[in-house]
Antibody
């Protein structure tokens, strides 16, 4: 079965760091773009970061640039999100997702993990 | 303030049809593919539509997507109470070099 499983969430103090992981099952994650998407309590979806198959081309939403870094290890079928200088507004459920593409265009996210919760509070 | 604009809520009776709009600009919807997601409380989003109007396997044809210019629409026919959920549109924004989601629309089946 094709699925994604996130881990690494938890309670962290403002200014702290956390590393989220996402393992893919049932498919080769290295064949796909991959993304992180978050959802603050009671709010909508917010895309956080994307990374190409090669692990070199990557994009981050402006609000996390310089603080979060997406990376991947294709040998481990895994995706990561290194988060530092965490703020209260980073509190959210973080989902990893598999991207669909058509030639060079990103067309949607078809496989999602169940999410891992990050709470930033003192 | 989302780059893509969706109505906060829509409602319709069981069996009826409802449409959810998603308005953007030439830098996002106008020149990129639109996708739609369904989310129930406490669960992960589910892809309903990709590449503007394609359905993943397992998605019933009651769900359809369309795009015209810088706007996109999700249509749901034969509404069921089980369709009550939040719906989000999403696309790539070429100017921002970022993926963007709409603010989400809550569907109520009266």
């Amino acid at each position: 079965e094709v699925q994604l499983e996130e881990s690494g969430g938890g309670l962290v103090q403002p200014g702290g760091s956390l590393r989220l992981s996402c393992v893919a099952f049932g498919f080769t994650s290295g064949d796909y773009w991959m993304s992180w998407v978050r959802q603050a309590p009671g709010k909508g979806l917010e895309w956080v970061a994307k990374i190409k198959q090669d692990g070199i081309e990557k994009y981050h939403v402006d609000s996390v640039k310089g603080r979060f870094t997406i990376s991947r290890d294709n040998a481990k079928n895994s995706l990561y999100l290194q988060m530092s200088s965490l703020r209260a507004e980073d509190t959210a459920v973080y989902f990893c997702a598999r991207d669909l593409t058509s030639f060079t265009s990103l067309t949607g996210m078809d496989v999602w993990g169940q999410g891992t919760t990050v709470t930033v509070s003192s | 303030q989302s780059v893509l604009t969706q109505p906060p809520s829509v409602s319709a009776a069981p069996g009826q049809k409802v449409t959810i709009s998603c308005s953007g600009s030439s830098s996002n919807i106008g020149n990129n593919y639109v996708s739609w997601y369904q989310q129930f409380p406490g669960t992960a989003p589910k892809l309903l539509i990709y590449e503007n109007n394609k359905r993943p396997s397992g998605i019933p044809d009651r769900f359809s997507g369309s795009k015209s210019g810088s706007s996109a629409t999700l249509a749901i026919t034969g509404l069921q109470t089980g369709d009550e959920a939040d719906y989000y549109c999403g696309t790539w924004d070429s100017s921002l070099s970022a993926w963007v989601f709409g603010g989400g629309t809550t569907l109520t089946v009266l």
